[in-house]
C-alpha cells in the first residue's frame, strides 16, 4: 500500500514536479493563446476596439488551453524530472536506500492526483462559464459594441451586412453626413443617406436615428431606382434580427444540460455529441493520471542504463501521441453511435491501470507472499505456545 504521510524525500521531488509543472503548463498555454488569438486581430481592428478588450476576449480562452494541455503536461513533468533524477544517480541513491519503485513513484502520483483534481475543475465549471462569457462577449462585439465607435471618414463595418461612413462626429455625439450599406435583405439592399443623426445606447440592439434623409433601392423585378425620403427614420445596426437570438454551444452548457439536454434547443441528431462532450469532460481528467504511469514506466523499470537511454523515454512519448489519437478517434465514434461511449472511459483509464500493474504488481505480488510466508510461520508457533 502506498503511505499517505509525505517523507522528506516526497516533499523534495514533489516540489520540483509541481514548479515545473507550473512552469510548463503557463508557458505552453502563453504560447497557444499568443497562436490562437491572432485570429481576433482582424475582428478587433476592423472594428477599432482598444487593447484591453483584445485581452478581455481572448483571456476568457485559456483556462480551455489549460484543461486540454495539462494531461500532457504532466507526463512531460514526470517524465522529465524523473529522468534528469536517474541521470544525476538519485535514483540509484535511492534504490540502495531500500526504496521500492512505490516509495519512489510517491510524488509522481500525488501530482498526477493534483491535475486530475484541477482538470475537473477546469472541466466542470470554469471551462464552461468562461467559454460562455467568451462566446456573449464576442457576440456583443460582433453585433453591439462595434457599432457605437464609428470613426469620421471611415467606412466601418458594423457586421457582415452593414457598413456605416460618416463625415464628422460633433462633441455631443451628433454624426453628420451619414451613409448607411444596408445587405441585410438579399434581394433589397438599400443605401441610405442622412444629413445628420444620433446613437441609441440601450439594452437591445444599437440604433441609430436619422434626420432629414432617403433611402435608396433597386427593385429588382423592374430596375427601377426607388428614393424615398423622410424627415425622421431609425434603423438597427445589428445584422439582423436572427441574429439577436445566439444559441449556445455544447461547450459552454453544464454538465447536467449536457446529459440531459433540452429537446426544444437540441435536434435528436446531435444529442449523442452532447453526450459525448459530457462524458469527456468526466473522463479526460483522468488521462493524467494514466499519462503519468505511462512515464513512470519508462523512467523505473528496467536496467539503469550509464549514458542514457532514449529509448524507453521514445516508446512513451509515441504511446502518448497514440493515445491521444485514439482518444479523439473514439470520440468521433461514439458522437455517431453513442453504444460506444464506454469506450473514451475505457481510453482515459486502462493505460493507466495496465501501467501500474506493470510498475508495482511485481512488489506488491513479492510483498504478499512474503506476509503469506510469515503467517504460515506464525501459526505452528502459536499451536505449540497453546499446547
Same mark, same amino acid.
Given at each position: 500500500?502506498?503511505?499517505?504521510? #509525505?517523507?522528506?524525500?516526497? &516533499?523534495?521531488?514533489?516540489?520540483?514536479?509541481?514548479?515545473?509543472?507550473? #512552469?510548463?503548463?503557463?508557458? $505552453?498555454?502563453?504560447?497557444?493563446?499568443?497562436?490562437?488569438?491572432? =485570429?481576433?486581430? !482582424?475582428?478587433?481592428?476592423? %472594428?477599432?476596439?482598444?487593447?484591453?478588450?483584445?485581452?478581455?476576449?481572448?483571456?476568457?480562452?485559456?483556462?480551455?488551453?489549460?484543461?486540454?494541455?495539462?494531461?500532457?503536461?504532466?507526463?512531460?513533468?514526470?517524465?522529465?524530472?524523473?529522468?534528469?533524477?536517474?541521470?544525476? =544517480?538519485?535514483?540509484?541513491?535511492?534504490?540502495?536506500?531500500?526504496?521500492?519503485?512505490?516509495?519512489?513513484? =510517491? @510524488?509522481?502520483?500525488?501530482?498526477?492526483?493534483?491535475?486530475?483534481?484541477?482538470?475537473?475543475?477546469?472541466?466542470?465549471?470554469?471551462?464552461?462559464?468562461?467559454?460562455?462569457?467568451?462566446?456573449?462577449?464576442?457576440?456583443?462585439?460582433?453585433?453591439?459594441?462595434?457599432?457605437?465607435?464609428?470613426?469620421?471618414?471611415?467606412?466601418?463595418?458594423?457586421?457582415?451586412?452593414?457598413?456605416?461612413?460618416?463625415? !464628422?462626429?460633433?462633441?455631443?455625439?451628433? $454624426?453628420?453626413?451619414?451613409?448607411?450599406?444596408? *445587405?441585410?435583405?438579399?434581394?433589397?439592399? #438599400?443605401?441610405?443617406?442622412?444629413?445628420?443623426?444620433?446613437?441609441?445606447?440601450?439594452?437591445?440592439?444599437?440604433?441609430?436615428?436619422?434626420?432629414?434623409?432617403?433611402?435608396?433601392?433597386?427593385?429588382?423585378?423592374?430596375?427601377?431606382? *426607388?428614393?424615398?425620403?423622410?424627415?425622421?427614420?431609425?434603423?438597427?445596426?445589428?445584422?439582423?434580427?436572427?441574429?439577436?437570438?445566439?444559441? &449556445? *454551444?455544447?461547450?459552454?452548457?453544464?454538465?447536467?444540460?449536457?446529459?440531459? @439536454?433540452?429537446?426544444?434547443?437540441?435536434?435528436?441528431?446531435?444529442?449523442?455529441?452532447?453526450?459525448?462532450?459530457?462524458? =469527456?469532460?468526466?473522463?479526460?481528467?483522468?488521462?493524467?493520471?494514466?499519462?503519468?504511469?505511462?512515464?513512470?514506466?519508462?523512467?523505473?523499470?528496467?536496467?539503469?542504463?550509464?549514458?542514457?537511454?532514449?529509448?524507453?523515454?521514445?516508446?512513451?512519448?509515441?504511446?502518448?501521441?497514440?493515445?491521444?489519437?485514439?482518444? $479523439?478517434?473514439?470520440?468521433?465514434?461514439?458522437?455517431?453511435? @453513442?453504444?460506444?461511449?464506454?469506450?473514451?472511459?475505457?481510453?482515459?483509464?486502462? @493505460?493507466?491501470?495496465?501501467?501500474?500493474?506493470?510498475?508495482?504488481?511485481?512488489?506488491?505480488?513479492?510483498?504478499?507472499?512474503?506476509? %503469506?510466508?510469515?503467517?504460515?510461520?506464525?501459526?505452528?508457533?502459536?499451536?505449540?505456545?497453546?499446547?
Amino acid at each position: 500500500m502506498i503511505a499517505l504521510q #509525505a517523507t522528506r524525500l516526497d &516533499r523534495y521531488v514533489l516540489r520540483q514536479l509541481l514548479a515545473a509543472l507550473l #512552469a510548463s503548463t503557463g508557458g $505552453l498555454a502563453a504560447l497557444i493563446w499568443l497562436t490562437q488569438s491572432l =485570429r481576433f486581430v !482582424a475582428m478587433v481592428v476592423d %472594428r477599432g476596439l482598444s487593447l484591453r478588450v483584445f485581452l478581455q476576449l481572448t483571456g476568457l480562452l485559456i483556462p480551455s488551453f489549460v484543461a486540454v494541455i495539462l494531461p500532457i503536461t504532466t507526463f512531460v513533468v514526470v517524465q522529465f524530472i524523473y529522468q534528469r533524477l536517474a541521470g544525476d =544517480r538519485e535514483l540509484t541513491v535511492m534504490r540502495a536506500a531500500g526504496l521500492s519503485s512505490t516509495a519512489i513513484a =510517491r @510524488p509522481a502520483i500525488a501530482c498526477a492526483g493534483i491535475s486530475v483534481v484541477l482538470s475537473y475543475v477546469l472541466n466542470l465549471w470554469i471551462v464552461p462559464a468562461s467559454y460562455h462569457a467568451f462566446r456573449e462577449y464576442e457576440f456583443e462585439i460582433r453585433n453591439k459594441m462595434a457599432a457605437f465607435l464609428l470613426q469620421e471618414g471611415v467606412f466601418t463595418q458594423v457586421s457582415d451586412t452593414m457598413t456605416v461612413y460618416i463625415r !464628422a462626429r460633433d462633441h455631443d455625439g451628433t $454624426l453628420r453626413g451619414i451613409l448607411v450599406e444596408d *445587405d441585410r435583405q438579399k434581394n433589397s439592399r #438599400a443605401t441610405i443617406l442622412a444629413e445628420h443623426g444620433t446613437l441609441l445606447a440601450g439594452d437591445g440592439p444599437p440604433r441609430v436615428v436619422l434626420f432629414n434623409g432617403s433611402r435608396e433601392e433597386i427593385d429588382r423585378r423592374t430596375g427601377r431606382l *426607388d428614393v424615398l425620403t423622410f424627415a425622421r427614420n431609425t434603423i438597427d445596426l445589428a445584422s439582423s434580427n436572427k441574429d439577436e437570438q445566439r444559441y &449556445r *454551444d455544447s461547450t459552454e452548457m453544464s454538465l447536467a444540460e449536457l446529459l440531459a @439536454p433540452d429537446p426544444h434547443v437540441v435536434a435528436v441528431r446531435d444529442r449523442g455529441k452532447f453526450l459525448v462532450e459530457a462524458h =469527456r469532460r468526466l473522463s479526460a481528467p483522468l488521462t493524467a493520471f494514466s499519462f503519468a504511469m505511462v512515464a513512470l514506466v519508462a523512467v523505473l523499470m528496467g536496467a539503469f542504463s550509464r549514458h542514457g537511454g532514449m529509448i524507453r523515454p521514445m516508446v512513451a512519448i509515441l504511446v502518448v501521441v497514440g493515445l491521444l489519437a485514439l482518444g $479523439l478517434v473514439v470520440q468521433n465514434i461514439a458522437a455517431r453511435d @453513442p453504444v460506444l461511449i464506454p469506450l473514451i472511459w475505457l481510453v482515459s483509464i486502462l @493505460p493507466g491501470v495496465m501501467a501500474a500493474a506493470m510498475l508495482f504488481g511485481p512488489e506488491w505480488r513479492a510483498r504478499r507472499e512474503i506476509d %503469506r510466508r510469515d503467517t504460515a510461520a506464525r501459526v505452528p508457533a502459536i499451536r505449540a505456545s497453546s499446547a
